[in-house]
């Protein structure tokens, strides 16, 4: 039941009619006896400021932000939060006094998933694929959660260099280097956790992947694709193939999702089998 004193939230995206995030956050809310709500918002690019300003006046509690406002939207909060502002990009907005502080939860998310799936990060050598916005929120996880290594390869070069040495200021350590995608053969050999955060073999694209060669695969002992349709994608299956274990961008999803439900909601944890429930509801919803 949502009563006249219910919390309201929602996500501004653009197109939101795919989101899951209405149907994770009310189950939490249904199942744990809050009083809340979340509904989809579609706000178009130039909407952004009016979007915030309004939700505001709506006296919302918060929003979930996605592609493509997650870096759009941070002139119009009140308040960053450090994670946030190291990753650059926000997607969750709580109500402070006057406006929004915005949060990011996908690197929380990220390692919330990989340490449910006991991958651990502290001291090991890493691989990150990809250079891109999810790539950021992962290398900062990396970078948190004191990865011995990290090597980012990405097709542009450049911008690989660039997250690498954006990484070794902020942690005050030289832990991450970068190459070209097109030289991986010429990669130090010894056992990765690798993080791919592109966005080749997401669905309808399910064979493509970014490196097709097995012997890639042989030093990568764990893995996490951040994409989760397919729910098995390409790499994932390379990477079990060579004996190693990987892991689909759900969990992530779904982590990324608690967090913010856990800042609208202060003082509440959602009970692991309410989050057990929303995955398998999840992947219905995905095979449909
Ligand atoms: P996101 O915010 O979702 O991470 P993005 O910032 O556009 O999206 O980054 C996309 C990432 O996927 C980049 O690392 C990009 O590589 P480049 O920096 O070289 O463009 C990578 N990517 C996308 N399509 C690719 C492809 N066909 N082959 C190799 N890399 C690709």
Known sequence: MISGKAKVCGIMACPVEHS?????????AGQMGIDFAYVPFKVEEDQVETAVKGAYALNLEGLNVTVPHKQRVIP???ELDRTADAI???NTLVRV??????YNTDGPG??????????KISGQDCLLLGAGGAAKAAAYVLGSQEAGSVIVLNRNEKRAWELAREMNERFKREFMSAMALADYEKLPSGPRLAVQTTSVGMYPHKDQVLIEDREFYRNIHSAVDVIYTPFKTRFM???EEAGGRAINGLDMLI?????AF????????????????????MIKELMR
């Open 76 to 78: 119009y909060l009140k």
């Open 255 to 259: 982590y990324q999702g608690i967090e």
């Open 20 to 28: 899951l995030s209405p149907m994770m956050h009310n189950f939490y």
């Open 237 to 239: 299956t390379l990477v």
């Open 88 to 90: 650059g990009a926000v």
């Open 110 to 119: 990220l390692f919330r998933a990989m340490n449910e799936a006991g991958m």
């Open 262 to 281: 856990e800042l609208w909601n202060q003082g509440q944890k959602v009970p692991k089998h309410v989050i057990h429930e929303a995955r398998q509801m």
């Open 97 to 102: 006094d006057g406006g929004y502080k915005g």
